[in-house]
């Protein structure tokens, strides 16, 4: 099954608003990733000390179907943080064809941030923004198949 879920992205505060987020909706982490944790990425500065804290990757299930994720943004990686424009749209698919036609058709006439690709987290994913101006990720999680 095909899942929506929101991704929030936050200038350095990612941590304190999920502890916030947590208290709310209760539950634990289903995963909390550092910068500092990556391996280094071919094509990518290595992360400065001041971003190797910060959230790389955050999720909070809220529901059965529904994950809260996020994580902060990396000067690094070149992505800033708009408020008001900081959250994207992740899709999670059943396969990594439909990873693909997902990704290729909303992208069209968008802007490819990330192509589809293997990751070191096990997944198949990739980032753009659409010809809309929406935000949008696509996961095909290889590691369950």
Not at 31 to 42: K, Q, S, T
Not at 64 to 86: R, Y
Request: hydrophobic content about 35%; charged content about 15%; glycine content about 10%.
């Amino acid at each position: 099954m095909t899942t929506v879920n929101v991704y929030l992205n936050f200038n350095g505060n990612c941590e304190e608003a999920f502890n916030f987020y947590k208290s709310v909706f209760g539950g634990e982490f289903s995963y909390l990733g550092r910068f500092g944790d990556m391996p280094p990425v071919e094509g990518f500065p290595p992360v400065p000390d001041n971003e190797k804290n910060m959230i790389m990757h955050v999720g909070l299930p809220i529901s059965t179907e529904t994950i809260l994720m996020g994580s902060d943004s990396s000067d690094a990686f070149g992505h800033t943080t708009t408020v008001g424009d900081n959250f994207s749209i992740s899709v999670n698919t059943d396969s990594k064809d439909e990873a693909d036609r997902l990704f290729n058709q909303l992208s069209s006439g968008g802007n490819v941030i990330m192509p589809m690709n293997e990751t070191f987290w096990g997944a198949y994913y990739g980032m753009f923004t659409d010809k809309f101006g929406i935000n949008w990720m696509i996961n095909f999680d290889v590691r369950q198949n």
